[in-house]
């Protein structure tokens, strides 16, 4: 094996034991390493462009529900809560 495969597996050699048909030498596992390396590399810049491209959807995806939710049971809806209490000061809890 002179390079590494990187997701296929060998048909297996009639009399060949398994641990024998995957073994790769030091510089193949380098190979592979770098390999995939530079794979998630390239993921991770996509993922960044994909996020600054859509920053402001991404954005109102995420925080949109937090207002509608806190609306909905009559808490403010400001995202900004300067003391831990401020955010339910305003709601009364009914006896009993």
């Given at each position: 094996m002179t390079t590494a495969t990187l997701g296929r597996q060998k048909r297996k050699p009639a009399g060949d034991t398994?641990?024998?048909l995957y073994r790769m030498?030091?510089?193949e596992h380098l190979e592979d390493l770098r390999w995939r390396m530079i794979l998630g590399l390239l993921a991770f810049a996509v993922a960044i462009i994909v996020c600054v491209l859509f920053t402001e959807r991404l954005?109102?995806?995420f925080c949109a529900p937090s207002p509608r939710r806190l609306l909905k049971h009559g808490l403010p809806p400001s995202m900004a809560i300067p003391r831990i209490t401020e955010a339910f000061h305003d709601v009364t809890f009914g006896s009993g």
């Open positions: 398994t641990q024998t030498t030091i510089g954005i109102v995806f």
